[in-house]
């Protein structure tokens, strides 16, 4: 199991980003995959989660600016981020979820992307 | 939403003494509760689930207890690879909670 990151970087205040999830080992479509960030030098934060069956969910920080996606023929998974405040400044993991079934347990991880909102 | 409170904040310790690590919930989740080690530059990994179950691949060392709203993690003789900010999260109900943290840190 592989979970690789990429598409963060500096965005101003306002602006949208793309994050992507590259995933390899495993199936995207077949389990609950989720983005969990982190603020620096702070803790972890559910951001969002789409089930296999493809029902999505949003933490309310986000909900209305943030879309869960995922490309089954790409085996990726996306996060698009529009609207973006300064206090999403973050780390951004994709994270699988510890069974295949479900579970809302995070049992694997990406190294993360870096999102830096600022202007 | 479910809001974990930890403690403490830091425990400085040396290798080989027992880590007792806590977590408590504003209400009860029944034993939906997981532990997390997080090392500086690295993604957390996943220790504990269900309360007391470890993940696969965990070393015997970490174990964990509690239900309803008081949840401890111990690690019962420290390695040098133990020191690290440990997280409790549940998910028995939206949105998905996690704890501040609790670093274990070298004394």
């Known amino acids: 199991v592989q979970l690789v990151e990429s598409g963060g970087g500096l965005i101003q205040p306002g602006g949208s980003l793309r994050l992507s999830c590259a995933a390899s080992g495993f199936t995207v479509s077949n389990n609950y995959m989720s983005w969990v960030r982190q603020a620096p030098g702070k803790g972890l934060e559910w951001v969002s989660v789409i089930y296999s069956g493809g029902n999505t969910y949003y933490a309310d920080s986000v909900k209305g600016r943030f879309t869960i996606s995922r490309d089954n023929s790409k085996n990726t998974l996306y996060l698009q981020m529009n609207s973006l405040r300064a206090e999403d400044t973050a780390l951004y993991y994709c994270?699988?979820?510890?069974?295949?079934?479900?579970?809302?347990?995070?049992?694997?991880w990406g190294q993360g992307t870096l999102v830096t909102v600022s202007s | 939403e479910i809001v974990l409170t930890q403690s403490p904040a830091t425990l400085s310790l040396s290798p080989g003494e027992r880590a007792t690590l806590s977590c408590r919930a504003s209400?009860?989740?029944?034993?939906?509760l997981a532990w997390y080690q997080q090392k500086p530059g690295q993604a957390p990994r996943l220790l504990i689930y269900?309360?007391?179950n470890r993940a696969t691949g965990i070393p015997a060392r970490f174990s964990g207890s509690g239900s309803g709203t008081d949840f401890t993690l111990t690690i019962s003789s420290l390695e040098p690879e133990d020191f690290a900010v440990y997280y409790c999260?549940?998910?028995?109900?939206?949105?998905?909670?996690f704890g501040p943290g609790t670093k274990v840190d070298i004394k």
């Open positions: 994270a699988r979820d510890s069974r295949t079934e479900g579970s809302n347990y995070y049992g694997y």
């Open positions: 999260q549940q998910r028995s109900n939206w949105p998905v909670t």
């Open positions: 269900d309360a007391s």
């Open positions: 209400q009860s989740v029944g034993s939906y």
